[in-house]
């Protein structure tokens, strides 16, 4: 038997290099989706249901011998044209009781624009937790030139939320995305 050449032994190693890479691309394209659903199943970096939770779904009585502080925080993509804000940053809740609260966002533009906010609920933990009936967040928002909108979120904090948790904070990030015909 003789001993492969520099060139069949050079081809050889490209395929086998070729077979790794191939896997690993396709992996790099299957992470970002993954990911997605595994953060929505478990709460996993702040994530929360991105449809709202029908009131005959939540149940639990409402623990009045506790308080949760549940802080609200609005922030803006850097290149989005908006005014965006909590119309409170701060309540005290108990876990079981339904909340209302809403934030204000303004197209600061002169043209038609469209929307969307991301939620994203700390400390981990607690998103599971976090259960929202109505939220702008599950909607795109189209804004006429200058136009202003409050926009409602009613929530409640589930009453097993983990006692070691005393407060929770509601963020999202409004971002301009093209309208498709949502």
Not at 24 to 53: E, H, K, Q, W
Not at 153 to 178: G, H, N, Q, W
């Amino acid at each position: 038997m003789t001993a492969p050449t520099t060139s069949q032994a050079n081809r050889r190693t490209l395929r086998r290099l070729l077979l790794i890479a191939a896997p690993m691309f396709g992996f790099g394209f299957a992470v970002a989706p993954l990911y997605s659903v595994i953060c929505s199943l478990t709460g996993l970096n702040g994530r929360t249901s991105d449809r709202p939770v029908a009131v005959a779904e939540v149940q639990g009585e409402v623990d009045k011998t506790r308080t949760v502080t549940v802080e609200f925080v609005a922030n803006v993509n850097e290149s989005a044209p908006w005014e965006f804000a909590p119309k409170v940053v701060r309540m005290e809740v108990h876990p079981g009781q339904f909340y209302r609260t809403s934030f204000i966002a303004q197209n600061l533009t002169g043209a038609p624009l469209v929307g969307q906010a991301v939620p994203s609920v700390t400390p981990g933990p607690a998103a599971p937790h976090f259960q929202k009936i109505e939220c702008f967040c599950f909607s795109r928002q189209a804004f006429k030139p200058h136009e202003s909108k409050d926009m409602p979120v009613v929530f409640r904090l589930d009453p097993s939320t983990p006692a070691d948790i005393s407060t929770v904070t509601l963020s999202y990030t409004f971002f301009k995305v093209e309208d498709k015909g949502s």
